[in-house]
């Protein structure tokens, strides 16, 4: 079992930046892939980026490419995902989610564990 919580949400202008932190409980922590995921109001979730259990490797969606970046510390159990440039339309609720075995990272049906998300809103 993991446990996830985000922090690290708020609200900022168009063109600043935030990071947003997912700390996961458990000792295995290291052995979970993760991903960041974001819900605008009516519309459907959608991958942000992932990370490989190593970090060795990274996937993003290519309207994030560039100024999102995700990053993993298994020392402290914590993902994070530092937005840079930040545009009216990231404006979303933003979840971490983890799973020990990921064929396709970006699809959020194959992750086993959720967080309860942080809301992100961006002025223009």
């Known amino acids: 079992q993991v446990q996830l919580v985000e922090s690290g949400g708020g609200l900022v202008q168009a063109g600043g930046s935030l990071r947003l932190s997912c700390a996961a409980s458990g000792r295995t922590f290291s052995s979970y892939a993760m991903g960041w995921f974001r819900?605008?109001?009516?519309?459907?979730?959608?991958?942000?980026?992932?990370?490989?259990?190593?970090?060795?490797?990274?996937?993003?969606?290519?309207?994030?490419?560039?100024?999102?970046?995700?990053s993993r510390d298994n020392a402290k159990n914590t993902v994070y995902l530092r937005m840079n440039s930040l545009h009216p339309e990231d404006t979303a609720a933003y979840s971490c989610a983890a799973d020990r075995e990921l064929s396709e990272y970006s699809d959020e049906y194959e992750y086993d564990y959720w967080g309860q998300g942080t809301q992100v809103t961006v002025s223009s």
Do not use: C, L, M, N
């Open 39 to 70: 819900q605008a109001p009516g519309k459907e979730r959608e991958f942000v980026e992932a990370i490989s259990w190593s970090g060795g490797s990274v996937y993003y969606e290519d309207s994030v490419k560039g100024r999102f970046t995700i």
